[in-house]
T-cell receptor
């Protein structure tokens, strides 16, 4: 059974640009959550999508957005990038809640 | 309150020793408590999890102890091995419709097991 796949693994962007990250959950999983991991703030919840609907949202500015497609694949978008957005972005999938399995993450560097 | 407090921040143990990491939470609506292990350059991997209806769960060398009245839970790694050297995160979530799959993480513990 394939795990959670995140693409790309690494990204370098310039301040002011936007970026889109992709996550393919484990087959059959309908919930996809996104987290930001930084050395200073640790792992912070961004948002969760379940059956194409945002079910929960963390305390991040509106520049951070996401969506989920009918096949459960999810994308997150960050607009007007800031240096502080440099982080490891992690996607986690679960059936409907409970056990969550993480992908390897996308390392975003904003220069 | 949504915080989960984790200690210690770093831990060094000798091979064969017991590693103990502690977490405390405030939100009584939390009812699912997983532990994750993360190696450098990798995503967190689910290690073991517990629900409040049991006080202890053991899987191999890993044991979670749960104290509902104190709102605390801990991870014990028996016979610690150098390969266990990683960062460990505790987490908590509720199972109501509002919480969904939202995990609130502790700050992490950097475990080093010396050979």
């Amino acid at each position: 059974k394939a795990g959670v796949t995140q693409t790309p693994r690494y990204l370098i962007k310039t301040r002011g640009q936007q970026v889109t990250l992709s996550c393919s959950p484990i087959s059959g999983h309908r919930s996809v959550s996104w987290y930001q991991q930084t050395p200073g703030q640790g792992l912070q919840f961004l948002f969760e999508y379940f059956s194409e609907t945002q079910r929960n949202k963390g305390n991040f500015p509106g520049r951070f957005s996401g969506r989920q497609f009918s096949n459960s694949r999810s994308e997150m978008n960050v607009s007007t990038l800031e240096l502080g957005d440099s982080a490891l972005y992690l996607c986690a999938s679960s059936l409907a809640g409970g056990e969550a399995f993480f992908g390897q993450g996308t390392r975003l560097t904003v220069v | 309150q949504q915080q989960v407090k984790q200690s210690p921040q770093s831990l060094i143990v000798q091979k064969g020793g017991i590693s103990i990491i502690n977490c405390a939470y405030e939100n009584t609506a939390f009812d699912y408590f997983p532990w994750y292990q993360q190696f450098p350059g990798k995503g967190p991997a689910l290690l073991i999890a517990i629900r409040p209806d049991v006080s202890e769960k053991k899987e191999g060398r890993f044991t979670i102890s749960f104290n509902k009245s104190a709102k605390q839970f801990s991870l014990h790694i028996m016979d610690s091995q150098p390969g266990d050297s990683a960062t460990y995160f505790c987490a908590a979530s509720g199972m109501d419709e509002t919480s969904g799959s939202r995990l609130t993480f502790g700050e992490g513990t950097q475990l080093t097991v010396n050979p």
